[in-house]
């Protein structure tokens, strides 16, 4: 992270510092730049006792799974966000989303680290989507979640999200 500028954006001047956490700061201008927490929607989708997973086409965590969702726009909720992310990848629109909660994760893309604070979501679905962008996923798959093997999940925080959702499954709270 700290090698993300090699110049301050404002003045031209190699005076560039950064504490070590978020902040960039030029010493001869003063200008300040902070790379903060981004925030994404992550969505589990229920359907016959299953869960949809996409396995990823990109970079990162290519060929491994994944939950519906991405990143939130500007101007948008989290709801927001997670239902256009479903509609672009699965091409459904879905009905209410329930709150899960939240778990921090990094996402490395280009070169840069992109701490991110991934919000959660859980919806049932009444059909296994037939659609999906092709650009994003390799293929979309419904797996039983006790089933679903850890070290084949793209992300801490999906990996998190799903645990919790084991447990709330297996408590007979979901």
């Known amino acids: 992270m700290s090698r ?94 329930e709150y899960l909660g939240s778990y921090p994760n990094t996402y490395e893309f280009k070169g840069v680290s992109y701490r991110s604070c991934d919000l959660l979501f859980y919806c049932r679905i009444e059909s296994f989507p037939t659609e999906f962008d092709e650009t994003e996923a390799e293929e979309l798959l419904l797996m039983d979640p006790f089933e679903i093997n850890e070290d084949e999940v793209a992300f801490d925080s999906i990996r998190m999200g799903l645990q919790l959702f084991i447990r709330l499954k297996s408590s007979g709270i979901r």
Not at 20 to 41: L, M, R
Not at 51 to 72: H, N, T
């Open 4 to 97: 993300m500028f090699n110049f301050c954006p404002s003045c031209g001047s190699r005076k560039i510092t950064f504490d070590g956490i978020k902040e960039f700061t030029c010493g001869d201008c003063s200008f300040t730049y902070f790379h903060n927490i981004a925030a994404a929607a992550g969505t589990i989708l229920e359907c016959d006792g299953k869960i949809v997973l996409i396995r990823r086409k990109q970079e990162p965590g290519k060929g491994m799974l994944d939950l519906p969702g991405g990143f939130i726009d500007p101007d948008e909720t989290a709801e927001q966000g997670a239902r256009r992310e479903i509609k672009e990848e699965l091409k459904i629109d879905v009905g209410p989303l």
